[in-house]
């Protein structure tokens, strides 16, 4: 007997923090079941053990949406919609975010798909719901446990994780959760719903970006019943269902304003301008990094104090290299010729000391040890030099230096000051820099369009005390990396950020070198999503200059892409990790060279502009490293202990999984 028709309402949730891959300790994983997991293969007594993903046309996927669009159009739309409580469906699951069923068959194989979600038949058949940005151990188990997450998705402008009450962002409930309205589960088992066009819907392959949460209650659709159950029934085309006379428009819940990102800003001089350009300089003039050294065929730590590009159109590029030691010694600068040969401070962890003394006593400051009985003998053996630039680059990375103040503002209280740049830790940071940021997963990217350093009088009248203090703040667009099929490599899709002139170059070129390999190998475009415009951030909470994968992780990312795993998952150090501080303002330092002490000869100088020097510096023959020099372990703290003293910074043999194993689990 054909059931009668009953029309139901679609809600749409625009936003989404959905991950299909997360960073966990610098592993690249699935966020879903593994693929072990996924493997359908009967034991040795017939029976199965796996997970399914679940179709948006199943039946349980249908009840899911059914309970999660009842109670978010009852918290978000009031009581003025009550009579459509129980006639609401959420079109679907926010991006990225998966439903799949847990099935235990018995041994002879039997299973049947049931409607509700927690299963029902005469097996185990669990559905859980990934993509909790925080890995697939956040699984949840029913709509009413994914329901607060999903009303802070749709409600919360400014996307802070702290007002999310569910389980997974807020493990300690303070409250006890509304009850969930109850939905009435009629016997039509399946569910046909045609959306009607209207301004404030989108397909469901259509990725809807650059605004707020939205929740849309377009026209009635209706459903369709004709026959038995099916196991995975289709979506067919139904007649709308008439609107009811009292209401001549669909009703509209509150549609914040479209996401506008911020203008970039202008480079003062042809250093900043070379900086925002793609395939440039790999590091800056005042920035301490891992290169090279011909003559131990090992790697050193070091402050780049000049580069220069060729005069002719060879299109070479040099950087002078200050080797980082202790106070006696007197190391000359040595020329690196090729961006191979150097590395960012923050893309290794530092080995341990050689000398058994500076093991046993890690809290010991640069500043702080006795030099002169270190090379004396009287702590054990060692290497002073190699040591002191490890503690001289460790004592770097907790200070910052603002440069070239651009404008003074009088603020609520005192001053505020913005400045164009940045020596933050290891790093030069420009204003138009994209920079990796701690906030939310720590895998977002903000663009920097300010760099504000707040000054307020001292109220404090204790004898030697600081006249003033100081926070120094960071405005700018956050972006998310984000993803959307491209079944038709040879038709890609076009991505919505390829109209935003906002992105800076350097983002956009990396994204479509990427993309070169993502289209025709996983059928996958990725893309910068903006998911919150002219913010403002601590600036202890930024990781770290964003550096190009094309530039710095090819082998890694080529690998990943060839095993299905991502394409944003490199991981790289942030500020704070080597010496254990994590997230901290450090120290101001009102000169970037005085920052360094002791660790750099007396008179040495930082070069500004790309000019080559006009007398030639005396360059050692550079050999290309024995191995790849990729394989130096980038995981947080790592150290090596027990190796000898000849081997020293030659990173060769060290293995990278610590980092970069997309086997298991980097969105940057």
Not at 349 to 365: E, G
Not at 511 to 520: D, E, I, K, S, T
Request: charged share 20%.
């Amino acid at each position: 007997m054909t059931q009668p028709l009953t029309s139901f309402w679609p809600i749409f949730a625009v936003k989404s923090d959905g991950h299909d891959v997360v960073n966990q300790k610098g592993r690249v994983v699935r966020n879903g079941p593994t693929q072990e997991q996924l493997d359908r293969t009967p034991n040795d007594q017939g029976q199965c053990d796996f997970y399914r993903l679940i179709e948006k046309e199943d039946p349980k996927h249908i009840d899911w949406r059914k309970k999660l669009g009842g109670m978010l159009l009852r918290e978000i739309g009031g009581k003025q919609h009550e009579d459509k409580w129980q006639q609401t469906i959420l079109w679907d699951f926010p991006e990225n975010y998966k439903l799949y069923e847990h099935i235990k068959t018995k041994a002879d194989g039997q299973t049947k798909t049931v409607k509700n979600h927690s299963g029902g038949g005469h097996d185990r058949q669990d559905a859980y719901l990934y993509g909790n940005p925080k890995g697939p151990k956040k699984r949840y188990r029913s709509p009413a446990d994914f329901f607060p997450h999903l009303l802070w998705l749709c409600t919360d402008e400014h996307s802070d994780y702290q007002n999310c009450t569910c389980k997974m962002c807020s493990p300690v409930q303070l409250e006890v959760e509304k009850p969930a309205v109850k939905i009435e589960v009629r016997p039509e088992p399946v569910i046909v719903i045609k959306k009607e066009a209207t301004p404030a819907t989108a397909t469901p392959n259509q990725i809807v970006t650059g605004r707020n949460p939205i929740v849309a209650v377009p026209s009635p659709a209706r459903r369709s019943v004709s026959g038995p159950p099916a196991a995975s029934p289709s979506l067919k085309a139904a007649t709308p269902n008439p609107a009811p006379t009292q209401s001549t428009t669909a009703p509209q819940i509150r549609a914040p304003p479209v996401l506008q990102s911020s203008p970039l800003p202008q480079p003062r001089g042809n250093e900043q301008l070379t900086d925002s350009r793609y395939g440039q300089f790999i590091c800056r003039t005042g920035e301490v990094v891992w290169f090279y050294r011909p003559k131990t065929s090992a790697w050193g730590l070091g402050l780049v104090t000049r580069r220069w590009t060729a005069k002719d159109s060879s299109g070479g590029k040099a950087y002078l290299v200050q080797p980082l030691s202790h106070p006696l010694d007197n190391a000359a600068p040595e020329v690196v010729t090729t961006d191979e040969h150097l590395k960012p401070w923050l893309a290794w962890s530092a080995p341990a000391c050689t000398f058994a003394y500076l093991q046993q006593n890690p809290q010991l400051r640069y500043d702080q040890v006795d030099w002169n009985a270190l090379l004396s003998g009287q702590y054990g053996q060692g290497i002073a030099d190699v040591d002191a630039s490890i503690m001289a680059a460790k004592a770097i990375d907790a200070t910052y230096t603002l440069f070239e103040r651009v404008k003074t503002m009088p603020g609520p209280v005192g001053e505020e000051r913005h400045y164009n740049g940045i020596f933050l830790g290891a790093e030069k940071i420009w204003r138009g820099d994209p920079v990796r940021i701690r906030l939310g997963q720590g895998i977002d990217l903000m663009v920097i369009t300010d760099i504000v350093e707040r000054v307020v009088p001292n109220p404090t009248q204790k004898p030697g005390a600081a006249q003033t203090s100081s926070q120094v703040l960071v405005t700018g667009d956050i972006y998310s990396y984000s993803t959307m099929p491209a079944p038709d490599p040879s038709k890609p899709p076009t991505a919505p950020s390829e109209s935003n002139i906002n992105i800076p170059i350097r983002m956009r070129e990396d994204m479509a070198w990427r993309n070169r390999m993502l289209v025709p190998l996983n059928q996958t475009l990725g893309w910068w999503r903006l998911i919150a415009s002219n913010s403002r951030v601590d600036m202890a909470d930024i990781k770290g200059r964003w550096y190009e994968t094309s530039l710095l992780f090819e082998e890694s990312f080529t690998k990943a892409v060839k095993q299905n795993e991502g394409g944003n998952g490199i991981w790289m150090n942030a500020r704070g990790d080597a010496t254990g501080a994590g997230r901290s303002v450090g120290l101001h330092r009102p000169d970037r060279i005085v920052a360094f002490g002791n660790a750099l000869p007396k008179g040495t100088q930082l070069l500004d502009g790309l000019e080559p020097p006009s007398q030639p510096v005396a360059s050692r023959a550079h050999h290309a490293p024995t191995s790849e020099i990729q394989g130096l372990d980038l995981g947080v703290g790592a150290t090596t202990t027990d190796f000898s003293i000849d081997d020293f910074m030659n990173v060769d043999h060290l293995d990278d999984g610590a980092g970069v194993d997309f086997g298991h689990d980097f969105r940057f």
